[in-house]
């Protein structure tokens, strides 16, 4: 939720009713009526909660009044809310139909410069070869054990769109001009091209791609793609090189089904490169399976296998089979960024054992082949197998790991001590509305509860670098409070001072009660502490959550931040944020992480409670919502 009463640019007019961008009329219709139920400032009991209540009110107003006009709805989702500002103010209406008209043509004008700005792209391949196998297997004692430079092979491009709207009968949707230079050096011997291209779309997905290299390989080249279906595509490519003569090659793809593609390709010329293959690619949610059968100038199988074994991590696996050799090609890849991702392989052949590493960002790989042995040895290959995990391991969890770490914290508390009055309005208001939520939550809960269904036992959302040790905090304030009202039961009681609850300042900032109760907190003694300290980059959304649950699941859409979620609010700006969930459900205990923009459904994408102390937690929670 909102740290103010209305959105900010980030803020998603969906997460504000907590429903998909594909939701329907009638689910953001039921999603508005169930929370203008508990967000009415006349249906509010408590005076003092009014306020609050007209400012979160007023925020899924708006939200309604967008996403229930279907003029308004596309609006948004095509340029968001500027493009409702072009022509629509929020809650306005516009002076007139020509006045809309003037300003909506001089938005869009607006917006298609900045497309055509942002489409230029920039991309190369870089690619290093090195052999270090005198490194790691000494074949002489004269010999030097540098590892030696062999091959650089680098590439480079740029694609410029060019505006075609005025070229009359010339005009096409989009047309591309790509510049480029490719070097390629072997043993000191080598040389480079030049690239240029031209490519060009039409409104029926037909494209027109002319290219040229001039230099070390020269080439011309003509290709030609048509959309033959909504499930079918064809690609046809005519070559030409001084050596090598006219080539021809066809290539068509058809999807199958929902998850299964295949791919056609026949290359008629030059003699060289003829053949046929035939490809079939399947792609589920955390897998990717990918063989291809290859006949002609090339023969043989090419088998691939991704999965997603992380939120960031993807295991893989290839295989090529020839006539006479094969390869194998097993590593992992990592997403470092949005922008970067790292990569790391060995590869078992007839070249030897290859260890490759990987570097991709904004559009430009880097790759490092690097040359452990020419021959196949099992002691090199077995170290080349295990040695990189361990490193990558070790210096994650006792080098990189510990200095990322202490870096990202020094700059949470930064960002959290310079953004302090924000955050604490953004924690205040989410509180506010998990207050006017509690209700209908608890009664979520205590039916959940008595069905065996889902109940939410804690709900973390906020910076991904401390929701889990405040998680491993709560549950052993909850543990000690526990053993406390254990011992007190059999011990003389001390009361408090009139009119003051006793609290710890961990527990008065996060808003937990004694026993580490998800209820609201009730009236604490001052603690001056508070107010110098910066605010927790971690939100407690345990009732949001829970209001979030019908029939037994909890449904998280994609494509937004869950900071604009009603009861959420953004506490750490700036950083990677995740949401944390403890749930139990058919007696069992769980726990999910969620990735800020990431969709899911609870209970199904739980896993099991990690230890004794969570699921004692986890299995308290009905209890705490009595």
Known sequence: MAA?????????LYAALGVGPTASEDDIRRAYRALATSLHPDKTQDPERRDDAAQLFTIIQEA??????PDKRDIYDVYGKEGLAAGLELGERVKNKDDLRKEWEQFRERQETARIDSQVNYRGAYIFRADASALVKPYSKVASRIPELTTVYMTSGVDIPVD??????LAADQDIVHLGGLVNVRKNVGGGSFLAGYKRVYSDYTTLDVNAAVG??????????????????????????????VGLQLVTTRQLSKTLQGEYSWVIGPETAAGMSLGITRRMEKLLLTGRVEVGAVTGFVGRVARRVGEKTTARAGVRLGPASAEVDVGGQRTLSELATGGLSIVTGPQGIVLKLRYNRAGHMFEFPILLSPLLDWNILAAAYCLPPLLYYVGKEWVVGPLARGIQSR??????????????????????????????????????????????????????????????????????????????????????????????ADEQESGMGPGGSQEPSVPVAANPE???????????VTVAVQYLVEAGK???HKGYTKAGLIGFCDPAPGTEKTLLVLFSYRGRCFRATLADTEGGILPARGDVARDGDEAAFIAAAPARWR
């Open 164 to 169: 075609t709207r005025d070229w009359g009968v």
């Open 216 to 245: 070390l390989k020269s080439l011309f080249s003509v290709s030609s793609g048509v959309q033959l279906s909504p499930h079918a595509q064809a690609n046809l490519t005519a070559t030409w090189q001084p050596d090598e003569g």
């Open 554 to 556: 909890a449904v998280f």
């Open 411 to 504: 700059r949470l508390r930064q960002r959290q001590q310079e953004e302090a009055a924000t955050i604490r309005a953004a924690l205040a208001q989410a509180a506010a509305a998990a207050q006017l939520l509690g209700p209908v939550a608890e009664r979520r809960a205590q039916r959940e509860a008595s069905q065996d269904g889902l109940v939410i036992a804690l709900a973390l959302y906020g910076a991904s670098s401390e929701v889990e040790a405040e998680a491993a905090r709560r549950i052993s304030l909850s543990s000690s409070a526990a053993t406390e009202q254990e011992t007190e039961a059999t011990s003389p009681r001390r009361e408090p001072a009139v009119g003051v609850v006793e609290s710890t």
């Open 530 to 540: 508070l107010e110098e300290r910066p605010p927790s980059p971690v939100a407690d």
């Open 4 to 12: 103010a009463s209305s959105h900010t640019e980030d803020q998603s």
């Open 64 to 69: 309604y009044e967008v996403l229930s006009n």
